[in-house]
């Protein structure tokens, strides 16, 4: 049995109209899709695909047209065209729920990785029919999400782990390691959450002018990419940033380290700064990150096929930290399923463009939760301003979100949203775990 659904799904059953598509531009600059839902009686919704710059080998597969005129290739023209084209020919004027519409989807493409119609494609149209169907029962897209869980209530909204600096694939490579992230430990709400970050963001700014005369140059999810010398340095910059906005670090402020190492994994070796590690060796400066700095979170700390690594860093690590599975996992429940059982991390880095389909996630999701897994939500570094990911960490009641750094509409819109729902329900934000 591939997935199943929250007991509530059967009352959304409804006939789709008609599904369409176009192509849009990311925050990068990039192609990118967005679908229309028509619902029978006229409920209509529009939904984006999100794109990755750092994607995991086991990633559902973009679909791009490959016309080096265009866009460098980069184009989305097919994959729009697959929409309004072949996947609305199927769907259209039946009956649909949200797994029978994804299962259908998935039969339709016929392939393991998505990639003969293009996950962009069928994430669009999956997500367009969630949001169509949110308006036709009249209710916020977050409740609506809830039901894809088993329909329990939300009550709080995730904790924010916020850019700050950014090397890696984000920002030209001038630090091996991705991401330095603030997490707000002790924060209650996301509006108190949001200032603290953002003086400490202004303060790393100033820091980084001082330090290195470096104007204001932000990365691809908006983080600052100083020409740190190393990684600890950018790490010991944070800490600096948090002290001089006038904050503990540890105690109001922490950091998350996403090292996205398969990036710099050659050869069974991770060259960083300048040295060649095993995995043990990695597992070690990993293990001395912890002890040095405030650090409640690492992401990616080994490589995505260093299986036999994995199992050695979260147990060494897990008492002090979240071990977060991103290219390691891809949202894919096969690769959960296995990390679970040989005890290889002990949170989830949920993507949802990484599967495809809103039903997979939630999949994945599910298997994260029986493990005793935290789930962090996250959106990608080509993004739009489309909000649907702020409703879906508060509907499937996400311990965490990474949305990205606080400068960048994509971004702010997100942040936005997180804030109207505050407002709106009042709840307050999830406690972080215990170390």
């Keep these: 049995m591939p997935f199943s659904t929250g007991s509530n799904e059967r009352k959304d059953v409804l006939v789709v109209e008609s599904v369409s ?11 990118t899709v967005r679908a229309t839902c028509v619902l029978s009686g006229g409920a209509r919704a529009t939904a984006d695909a999100p794109s990755g710059a750092s994607t995991g080998a086991a990633e559902a597969w973009e679909l791009r047209d490959g016309d080096p005129k265009r866009y460098a290739g980069r184009g989305c023209r097919r994959a729009a065209g697959h ?13 649909w729920t949200q797994e029978s ?93 949001l200032s603290m970050i953002a003086d400490v963001y202004q303060a790393a700014a100033r820091l980084i002018e001082d330090k290195y005369g470096m104007r204001l140059l932000r990365a691809d999810e908006g983080g600052l990419a100083p020409p740190c ?18 904050l503990k670090p540890g105690h109001d402020m922490a950091l998350a380290v996403d090292v996205a190492s398969s990036h710099f994994y050659k050869d069974q070796r991770y060259e960083l700064d300048g040295d060649r590690l095993d995995s043990l060796s990695m597992i070690g400066r990993l293990s001395s990150w912890v002890e040095r700095f405030p650090i409640v979170s690492i992401e990616d700390g080994l490589a995505e096929e260093d299986w036999l690594g994995w199992p050695g860093l979260n147990a060494l690590l897990s008492g002090r930290a979240l071990i977060l599975g991103d290219d390691f996992l891809c949202t894919n429940a096969e690769r959960i399923r296995r990390a679970i059982q040989k005890d290889c991390a002990n949170a989830l880095l949920l993507k949802v463009n990484q599967v495809g389909t809103l039903s997979e996630a939630a999949e994945a999701c599910r298997l994260a939760r029986a493990a005793g897994w935290n789930v962090t939500v996250s959106a990608r570094s080509g993004e739009t301003e489309d909000t649907w990911l702020a409703d879906l960490a508060v509907g499937w009641r996400g311990d965490q979100i990474k949305i990205g750094s606080i400068t960048q509409s994509e971004r702010l819109a997100k942040y936005n949203r997180l804030l109207e729902i505050e407002s709106t329900e009042g709840w307050r934000t999830v406690k972080w775990p215990d170390r």
């Design 229 to 246: 010398p190393s990684a600890e340095a950018m790490l010991e910059d944070a800490v600096d940033a948090i002290k001089a906005a006038g």
């Design 21 to 31: 598509a176009r192509e849009i531009l990311d925050s990068r600059g990039r192609p």
């Design 101 to 193: 519409l994804d299962q259908a989807l998935i039969a339709l493409d016929g392939t393991a990785n998505k990639s003969r119609l293009g996950a962009n494609a069928l994430l669009a149209t999956s997500l367009s029919f969630a949001r169509a169907v949110a308006v036709r029962k009249g209710i916020p897209l977050y409740q609506h999400f809830a039901t894809m869980l088993g329909g329990e209530t939300p009550r709080t909204l995730p904790r924010l782990t916020v850019n700050l600096f950014s090397g890696g694939k984000h920002a030209g490579a001038q630090v091996a390691i991705q991401d330095v992230l603030l997490v707000p430990v002790h924060a209650t709400t996301t509006d108190e959450s």
């Design 83 to 95: 929409v309004s084209g072949e996947i609305n020919d199927r769907v259209q004027r039946q009956e």
